[in-house]
């Protein structure tokens, strides 16, 4: 098998994926979106899509006059240089002037050139006799103003009006919205968003959390720590207090074996090596400090039981002769 036909196989099997699906599903409705969106349109069409007026760059007009006259009528006016193609220009507009009525004109001298074309939904299949009406009678009477083309927008909009009163042109203003594609995209955008924004929001609430949570068994480590450490001290203050009475012991028998001795040697080594392995202590391991904290309660019961004369807390009792 050749590597082209391998790798059209691969391309093959992608496409039939429901995530080769979705992929295509998605350029279908990005080229929708772009072409009625206007994304293949001319600068003319670009314009007109979303007003009533156009003119060609160089030509002195009150374009936001002009707009203002025409309003909201199903009426668009482009106005073209001297010698422009007019046909052409009503064929460029076509789709993006859709609905309305279009006149593109131009100055020849001391008239216009003018070129109409109704764009009323059925006008290019029925009402022929309509559209031609129409095409003719909007550009009635603006010769006289060649030199003012605002003069001119004021009676080509009368025109119109005349057409809307005969029931040449359907009745009704221009309405000027997105397509179905840019209102899907734009659902999609805002979905988007929405789940961005969710999926933030729950992200934010577990790392909260999370770090809520170490921190709270932070707290509880430092408040480990902190008892171990004052429990340490006490024991250390607890064997200094025996020190004495040891000593006392120990010098009247002169070498002691007495139990108080032996107990009190034992304290102290176990004591020692505490400190060992507090100073190998991790901080971090809480279940070590807990550990210690309990083996140096167990070891300040048994300093305190032997100040207070009676048996280790683990030795039996010794009976009275």
Not at 74 to 99: E, F, I, M, N, Y
Not at 272 to 301: H, I, M, Q, Y
Request: aromatic content about 4%; some cysteine; glycine content about 10%.
């Amino acid at each position: 098998m050749t590597r082209p036909e391998s790798r059209r196989q691969r391309v093959t099997a992608l496409l039939g994926t429901p995530f080769g699906l979705a992929v295509l599903a998605c350029l279908v409705l990005a080229g929708w979106a772009a072409w009625s969106g206007g994304a293949l349109d001319g600068p003319i069409a670009r314009q007109v899509r979303t007003t009533s007026f156009y003119a060609d760059p160089g030509l002195d007009v009150d374009r936001a006059a002009a707009e203002r006259i025409i309003g909201n009528r199903r009426l668009v006016v482009v106005l073209r240089s001297p010698d422009a193609d007019l046909r052409g220009t009503c064929k460029q507009v076509k789709q993006a002037a859709d609905g309305t009525v279009v006149l593109v004109l131009s100055r020849d001298g001391d008239d216009y050139d003018t070129y109409g074309c109704a764009l009323v939904p059925g006008y290019d299949k029925k009402n022929l006799g309509k559209a031609a009406a129409a095409e003719m009678v909007i550009g009635r009477g603006i010769d006289t103003f060649a030199d003012r083309p605002l003069e001119a927008v004021k009676v080509i909009a009368v025109n119109y009006d005349r057409l809307v009163k005969a029931g040449t042109v359907p009745d009704g203003a221009r309405t000027i919205s997105p397509s179905l594609p840019r209102f899907l995209l734009a659902a999609a955008a805002v979905l988007g968003v929405v789940a961005a924004a969710t999926a933030l929001y729950l992200g934010g609430r577990r790392a909260g959390r999370l770090a809520a949570a170490r921190r709270v068994r932070r707290d509880e480590l430092t408040d480990s720590r902190s008892a171990l450490g004052a429990a340490t001290a006490g024991l250390a203050q607890q064997i200094i207090d025996l020190d004495p009475q040891y000593a006392l012991v120990h010098g009247r028998r002169g070498g002691d074996d007495s139990s108080f001795g032996r107990r009190y040697r034992q304290l102290t080594s176990d004591h020692a090596a505490l400190l060992d392995r507090l100073a190998a202590l991790d901080d971090a391991d809480e279940a070590a400090v807990r550990k210690l904290v309990r083996r140096v309660e167990s070891l300040s019961r048994q300093a305190q039981a032997l100040a207070d004369g009676h048996p280790a807390p683990n030795d039996p009792p010794q009976r009275e002769k």
